[in-house]
């Protein structure tokens, strides 16, 4: 590692390709389930079991940011607000969606909206997180 924070290669590409993944899965459903665009391609039950399938790896992936990058991202006080938006959102996501799948009925209209509001604020902040950090210059 040369600088501060910096993850190895197969750590990066595994952490954006599932979250990215799991943010495309999660949008693509809420499209043709919710909003009924192409609901028949969208909105079917495998791309929600694909969405599934990314978060856990999603999931493992901020396991493996955790004690590293966050530690570092604390340390050099850079992009704090998007990085400790992402943690707070994915804590969100990880409840809501446990919820969905063992929550009580009674509450699942309100959990599924949350869980889409808050997939899409993540989302959006993901993607910001990574362009600020094309945009600020690097020390070497």
């Known amino acids: 590692m040369s600088r501060l ?9 595994f952490a954006l390709s599932s979250m990215l993944a799991c943010s495309l899965s ?7 389930h919710q909003f ?3 609901k028949e391609w969208l909105g079917i039950h495998s791309v929600l079991a694909w969405h599934g399938i990314t978060a856990i790896l999603a999931t493992l992936a901020l396991g493996s940011v955790l004690p590293f990058h966050l530690k570092a ?3 050099a006080k850079r992009k704090m607000v998007s990085g400790l938006s992402q943690l707070g959102f994915l804590a ?4 809501s969606g446990a919820l969905l799948y063992y929550g009580p009925a ?9 869980h889409w509001i808050v997939g899409l604020l993540f989302f959006a902040t993901f993607i910001v997180h990574g362009v600020l950090a094309q945009l600020k210059p690097r020390p070497i």
Do not use: F, N
Request: aromatic fraction near 8%; glycine fraction near 14%.
């Open 5 to 13: 924070g910096k993850m190895p290669g197969w750590q990066r590409w």
């Open 26 to 32: 999660g949008t693509a459903y809420l499209m043709g």
């Open 36 to 38: 009924s665009l192409q």
């Open 73 to 75: 991202g604390l340390k």
């Open 92 to 95: 969100i996501l990880l409840i």
């Open 106 to 114: 009674e509450t699942r209209d309100e959990v599924i909206i949350t």
